[in-house]
């Protein structure tokens, strides 16, 4: 897989090791720098406008959810593009509505390899030969 153009500095909020790690294993081979929070408010904490290019959260994070960090972010105009990560349980029609509304992308769990990447690329405005 080429390396995007830049180092986009991705942060990735997830209180699940194996996910993390498998974001991490994923995409740092094709030149992103991942940084990693177990929390929502790790999150909020490292997080500053223009410091990464690209968040992926869990829905059910403990100590603010993803979905409430989505909703701070986009409540003080902040426009990152955002992946939200979501269980199989949840109700999808919910999740959908909320993704159009606060302008998230939304990644199915369990997901593969190419799911990732393709969900990274998208969001981040990627376009890469088949």
């Given at each position: 897989?080429p390396a995007p153009r830049?180092?986009?500095?991705?942060?990735?909020?997830?209180?699940?090791?194996?996910?993390?790690?498998?974001?991490?294993?994923?995409?740092?081979?094709?030149?992103?720098?991942?940084?990693?929070?177990?929390?929502?408010?790790?999150?909020?904490?490292?997080?500053?406008?223009?410091?990464?290019?690209?968040?992926?959260?869990?829905?059910?994070?403990?100590?603010?959810?993803?979905?409430?960090?989505?909703?701070?972010?986009?409540?003080?105009?902040?426009?990152?593009?955002?992946?939200?990560?979501?269980?199989?349980?949840?109700?999808?029609?919910?999740?959908?509505?909320?993704?159009?509304?606060?302008?998230?992308?939304?990644?199915?769990?369990?997901?593969?390899?190419?799911?990732?990447?393709?969900?990274?690329?998208?969001?981040?405005?990627?376009?890469?030969?088949?």
């Open positions: 897989m830049s180092a986009a500095r991705i942060l990735v909020g997830d209180d699940e090791t194996q996910i993390c790690r498998l974001v991490r294993d994923v995409l740092r081979p094709s030149g992103y720098d991942i940084e990693v929070g177990r929390d929502g408010r790790q999150i909020l904490k490292k997080y500053h406008p223009g410091d990464y290019s690209l968040l992926i959260l869990d829905t059910l994070l403990v100590q603010h959810s993803g979905l409430e960090v989505v909703m701070k972010l986009r409540d003080r105009g902040d426009g990152v593009p955002i992946i939200l990560m979501i269980g199989p349980r949840k109700e999808p029609d919910r999740v959908e509505t909320f993704a159009f509304s606060y302008r998230v992308h939304v990644l199915r769990k369990p997901f593969g390899v190419a799911e990732l990447r393709e969900a990274v690329d998208r969001a981040l405005g990627i376009s890469r030969p088949d």
